[in-house]
Each structure stands twice: as structure tokens, then as C-alpha cells.
């Protein structure tokens, strides 16, 4: 295996993305392991499993995606649909770090969890969207694909294929796994979740290798066997915490002579503050922030983290129009 594997974030092997080149077939790719990052993200949600798995999915596909970025900036990745997750969005701001909520149907989700026909699919008709954020007043990018009822990684693919027209293979795996109790403590379930990303690299791409990959001797056969190579991978692989990211790599693509690249840890981190809200309200007029309060008091919760935070109305009404 080419390269080495200092940034392999140690032995559990959980919480990054992780880049490789596969040498031979003129690819490259992206391998996303995700564990207390995801499990804190879901477990601020009391979502029905359904929607926590479709989440959980945004969240690995955004890191997946997020992980790219070259420059400090934010990647957004957003669904509208008529389905019973009328709602999605998760954020990754540069270096790492990814925050997600869900919006959803309660009566048509219990429909899907006590087996009784739903009138709608979890995701239905509508679009996902794709921001690239660099921020400092730079011009935002957005890519929008249809959602059509099939799953985001099927939205992901036709995004690649018709937008960036950049031959691709995504498979995502999210599972609640058990982990057994130690001295007399416990067991417990945890989220977790896998991603491997492949595509073929354009003449306008290269990696940093010390070749030119993308030169005319890579052709068609080489992406046909990287991504043949790649589709073996199972869930279980994905998902397994005491399966090494060189190990899995190797597996998959030995005979491609892989080289890997450092590591991007993720981190689960919401930006909302006290101060963020208050400077919000600031904005009001008394007459919104009495329209807001209730028994004197406005509570504002963040949806990404759930966190409340609690303001006395009487301060942001004694105040003249903003301006």
C-alpha cells in the first residue's frame, strides 16, 4: 500500500474522512468512518429511527462531500421534498465540523414503523441542493438535482452525472450497533456509519501523486475495474470499528496500488450561542418581541443541538425601532 497512514486517527478508528488514490485505475476516492460524531448528532434528536437513519446519512454524505473543500468555507447540503421528511439540512464548516436537523411528517412516519401503507415515501418529490460557502463576501456555488422518491445517494449519483459529469460510486451504511457493558456496567447502542466514495479522475484533474494520473494511458477499462472493485465493499465493512481503514482499503483495491493521504477528523459541533440569539432579537421591534414572549419570557431553541435559551421580554421591548 502506498503511502503511509499517519493520519489514521488511531486504533477506534471512528470520526474522519479519509482520501486515497487508487494508482492503477486512475481513480481517487474518499473512505468515511463515523461514530461518537454521528451518535452525537442523532442522539440530540428524539426523531423515530427512520428519519434518524436518513439523517445519518445526510451527515455522512456531507462529510463525504464537505471533506473536499480546499479553503475555509462552509459545505450545505439540503433536501425539500412532499415526502414524510419534508425538510433536511446539514452543515460541514471548514476544518470538521457538521451539525444536521431534520423536519418530518409524525403521522406518516408511524405509518412506515407500524407497517400500515404510508401516502407518502420518506423522501418524496422535490430537490437536494449543494452549497459551497467560501464566505468573506465570495460568491456562493449551488448545485440542485430532483428527488424523485429514491435515496439521497441515488440523488448524489445523478448530481455528479449530469452536473460535474464526473463518473462516480457512492455506498453509504448507517446502523445501531450494541456495545456490551464492562465491569458490571451497562451495555449500550450507539450510532454509526460508513462511507466509501470513488470517481474517476478527469484530465483536468491529478492528485498528488508523483505521476500524472490523468494522462491519456488512463482509460475506460481502469474506471470499469476501480468501480467493480469498489461495489464488493458490504455494509458490515463500513460499519465494523475494529476493521482498520488500511486494512478495508487494501482489501478492496490491493492489486490498484492504493496510496492514502492524511486523514480530516470530524467533529460534531454546533455554532449557536447565547450571544448569536441575543444579537438576533436585537433586531426586533418591541412589537415582535412581544408577539414572541410568553409569560414574560422568550425561549428560542436551535434546532441543530436542541439547546434553549431563555430571555426576560422586558429588556428587548424597552427599546426604540432598530435600525
Excluded at 445523478?158 to 456496567?185: C, H, L, M, N
Excluded at 425561549?299 to 428587548?316: L, P
Aim: glycine share 10%; net charge negative.
Amino acid at each position: 500500500m502506498g503511502g503511509d497512514f499517519a493520519g489514521d486517527p488511531g486504533a477506534k478508528y471512528n470520526d474522519y474522512v479519509l482520501p486515497f488514490q487508487l494508482e492503477a485505475s486512475g481513480a481517487r476516492g474518499r473512505l468515511v468512518r463515523l461514530g461518537p460524531v454521528l451518535d452525537s448528532i442523532l442522539g440530540r434528536h428524539e426523531y423515530p429511527e427512520p428519519v434518524l437513519l436518513l439523517l445519518g446519512e445526510a451527515v455522512t454524505l456531507t462529510a463525504m462531500l464537505g471533506a473536499a473543500l480546499k479553503f475555509d468555507g462552509k459545505f450545505i447540503l439540503q433536501t425539500q421534498s412532499d415526502g414524510a421528511v419534508g425538510f433536511l439540512v446539514v452543515h460541514y464548516t471548514s476544518p470538521g465540523q457538521i451539525r444536521g436537523y431534520a423536519s418530518y411528517d409524525a403521522d406518516e412516519v408511524a405509518h412506515l414503523l407500524n407497517g400500515s401503507a404510508p401516502k407518502k415515501p420518506l423522501i418524496g418529490n422535490g430537490h437536494l441542493a449543494m452549497t459551497i460557502d467560501p464566505g468573506a463576501d465570495m460568491e456562493r456555488y449551488q448545485g440542485i438535482v430532483a428527488l424523485t422518491g429514491n435515496t439521497l445517494v441515488d440523488a448524489a449519483h445523478e448530481y455528479f452525472d449530469q452536473s460535474e459529469q464526473i463518473p462516480t460510486f457512492i455506498r453509504i451504511a448507517v446502523a445501531r450497533q450494541y456495545t456490551a457493558g464492562e465491569d458490571g456496567k451497562q451495555g449500550h447502542w450507539t450510532w454509526r456509519a460508513g462511507g466509501l466514495m470513488v470517481q474517476k479522475l478527469t484530465r483536468e484533474g491529478g492528485y498528488e501523486s508523483g505521476r500524472d494520473v490523468a494522462s491519456d494511458e488512463v482509460d475506460d477499462d481502469g474506471w470499469r475495474r476501480a468501480q467493480a472493485l469498489a461495489a464488493t465493499v458490504q455494509d458490515h465493512e463500513l460499519l465494523d470499528p475494529t476493521l482498520g481503514s488500511d486494512c478495508l482499503l487494501y482489501r478492496l483495491f490491493h492489486e490498484e496500488g492504493v496510496r492514502v493521504f492524511d486523514a480530516a477528523p470530524m467533529e460534531a459541533r454546533c455554532n449557536c450561542s447565547r450571544e448569536r440569539v441575543e444579537a438576533m432579537l436585537e433586531q426586533f421591534s418591541p412589537d415582535q418581541v412581544e408577539a414572541m414572549a410568553e409569560d414574560g419570557m422568550i425561549v428560542v431553541k436551535c434546532e441543530f443541538c436542541n439547546t434553549q435559551y431563555s430571555f426576560v421580554a422586558d429588556r428587548y421591548m424597552q427599546r426604540g425601532e432598530p435600525n
